[in-house]
């Protein structure tokens, strides 16, 4: 399995960006998440879906803000980011998991079995 992200920058806070996670190699059978990581911090969960099916839990930090899609004809998965703020700053990483999760640990990097790269969004204010 490989993941790829793309589509990090650099932008103003109140800006929009949309991050994509081609993956190849992946049965398309368990849930697949986006993780962020702020210098010197944890990497936190903050956008998953299972796939099939669709359900996406978010982190409140960015929930009604960030939207998780997946497109199966093109075997990407996105993240919608709206009203960016600075403290959005961080790597961003796409990560898929080939068994089943529990949905109180969607969020749980421990969970996870293969990662992506990662993509860097900065916002400044």
């Known amino acids: 399995v490989q993941l790829v992200e793309s ?3 650099s932008l ?4 929009s960006l ?7 190699g992946y049965t398309y059978k368990g849930c697949m998440a986006w993780f962020r990581q702020a210098p010197g911090n944890e990497r936190d969960g903050i956008a998953a879906i299972y796939v099939p099916g669709g359900a996406t ?3 409140d930090s960015v929930k009604g803000r960030f ?3 997946q497109d199966s004809a093109k075997n990407t998965l996105f993240l919608e980011m709206n009203s960016l703020k600075p ?5 961003y990483y796409c990560a898929a998991s080939t068994s089943g999760v529990a949905w109180w640990s969607l969020l749980e990097q421990s ?3 293969y990662w992506g790269q ?3 969004v900065t916002v400044s204010s």
């Open 7 to 9: 589509g990090g920058g």
């Open 12 to 15: 103003q806070a109140a800006g």
């Open 18 to 24: 949309r991050l994509s996670c081609e993956f190849t």
């Open 57 to 59: 839990r978010y982190a």
């Open 67 to 69: 939207t998780i899609s």
């Open 87 to 91: 403290e959005d700053t961080g790597m």
């Open 111 to 113: 969970d996870y079995n």
């Open 118 to 120: 990662g993509t860097q």
